[in-house]
């Protein structure tokens, strides 16, 4: 009995320090998140985001979100870098119908997939053509399939050239304007300086594609023509998937190692780290590159691609959307943290920190925004060689075939012709 007594009274007391505990907390979530002193009715969401956050800017906009916002919670669901890799964690939530995901992150290469699949909600009477007039015209676009808005742009993305001015001075060179010439300016300094020529991200991977469509493009190929017939074998088309590995085999500008390397910050860490010469990336680089633990701070700048001789420069298109989920209990809700989002405040502070670019056009004359990032001058220049990947709703399965027959041929496996002539048959067969 008397054991039996003191259970009871540990019991007790346990219950009593628990209950002090839960009564002095409020049951709410500390205030370190930014999702504290929130109303009881609060609406969680769920935001998808990249798990890379440069300068830690997202994380930042969504504390203060939460702090401005009584009535909503923000919380992220972070994604892989590697786009391909986060194209299927998405569709995976999407298509099981999952309440865990009510704002999706969607490559600007995905809206007709996820339009087509019924996995978004139109957005045409929230995202107005008025509203729609404040964005940049090639990236609302791009969030555009049969006739209806599915998302908001976001963060205006380009794949150009990044290179080491201090170098280049040194040795007394231009920015090339040709592959030819770029690869000749490579191989000198490389081996004067003991560094790369070129860090690239050509694994497997959707990234595999962004590089492949700039010499693509640059030799004048294409993956269909005007009329949707499949040229991915073209002489062009083979003339510069050859000269890719050529860079790797014959050239030797570019470490066998890029063919295992999937995302952009595994050719943009070595290039930081003052190891290359030339990287071509996103525009996230700069502000990564301006840090003060930088070993090239000071030292890079921005141009377009190279072309080949007779063709033209080709710099990849990206951007990243946010779009509705059609599963979401709480789409009202979720639209208030996409316009909050994506708002010239909130795109300015990120902009001004060092996050990612955003879409507002009236960021890109804004003299805060010119003077903390002044390479946008550049880059803005840069969209004039702008290079588009296809648009197909089928796109994400013409990707992933694409890329294992483009990097069948530079890891040697097949040749550049072999490569796209098995690449060819198989999109003649997608529908």
């Known amino acids: 009995m008397a054991k039996t007594l003191k259970r009871l009274s540990i019991f007790m007391l346990l219950f009593s320090l628990l209950l002090v505990s839960a009564c002095s907390n409020g049951g709410e979530k500390s205030s370190g998140d930014g999702n504290a002193a929130k109303d009881e009715n609060s609406v969680t969401i769920r935001m998808a985001v990249f798990e890379n956050d440069p300068n830690g800017m997202m994380e930042k906009a969504r504390q203060k979100f939460n702090e401005e916002n009584d009535d909503i919670t ?23 119908g999952s309440e865990n995901l009510d704002i999706v ?39 555009k399939y049969n006739d209806k808005t599915w998302a908001v742009p976001w963060f205006n993305d380009l794949h150009p050239l990044w ?11 231009e920015v090339p304007e040709t592959y030819e010439e770029a690869v000749e300016v490579a191989q000198e300094i490389s081996e004067k300086e003991g560094i790369q020529g070129f860090t690239m991200h050509w694994g497997r991977s959707e990234q595999l594609i962004v590089s492949f469509t700039e010499f693509l493009h640059a030799k004048g190929g294409d993956f269909f023509d005007k009329d949707g017939n499949v040229t991915i074998n073209s002489p062009e088309a083979v003339e510069a998937l050859q000269f890719m590995v050529d860079m790797i085999d014959k050239y030797e500008v570019v470490s066998s190692s890029a063919i295992g390397h999937s995302t ?3 050719s943009r860490i070595p290039f ?8 071509p990336n996103w525009g996230y680089v700069y502000s990564i590159n301006q840090a003060d633990d930088s070993a090239v701070k000071d030292k890079t700048w921005v141009a377009s691609n190279f072309m080949f001789e007779g063709g033209q420069k080709a710099n990849s298109v990206g951007g990243w959307n946010f779009a509705i989920s059609s599963s979401s209990k709480h789409p009202d809700e979720a639209w208030k943290v996409i316009e909050w989002f994506t708002s010239f405040d909130n795109q300015k502070e990120m902009l001004v920190g060092g996050g990612y670019a955003g879409t507002q056009l009236a960021l890109y004359e804004d003299a805060d925004v010119i003077e903390a990032a002044p390479y946008l001058e550049e880059y803005t220049k840069a969209f ?27 890891s040697g496996e097949l040749t550049p012709k072999e490569a796209l002539d098995e690449l060819a048959k198989k999109l003649e067969k997608i529908e």
Do not use: C
């Not at 919380?75 to 998405?90: G, I």
């Not at 197909?392 to 069948?408: G, L, V």
């Open 264 to 266: 952009p910050e595994d």
């Open 163 to 173: 290179y080491r001015t201090d170098l280049l001075e040194k040795y007394k060179k």
């Open 384 to 410: 004039e060689d702008a290079s588009v990947r296809p648009s197909h709703p089928q796109y994400s399965k013409m990707s992933d075939i694409a890329q294992s027959s483009i990097h069948q041929a530079l």
């Open 105 to 143: 992150n969607m490559d600007v290469v995905w809206t007709a997939e996820f339009a087509e699949s019924g996995w978004l909600l139109p957005l045409d009477d929230r995202f107005t053509k008025d509203l729609q007039s404040n964005y940049i015209a090639r990236q609302v676009d791009s969030v």
């Open 74 to 96: 923000l919380e992220f669901t972070p994604m892989s870098n590697d786009a391909s890799q986060m194209h299927d964690q998405t569709v995976t939530q999407l298509s099981a």
């Open 272 to 279: 930081t780290q003052g190891q290359a010469l030339f990287n």
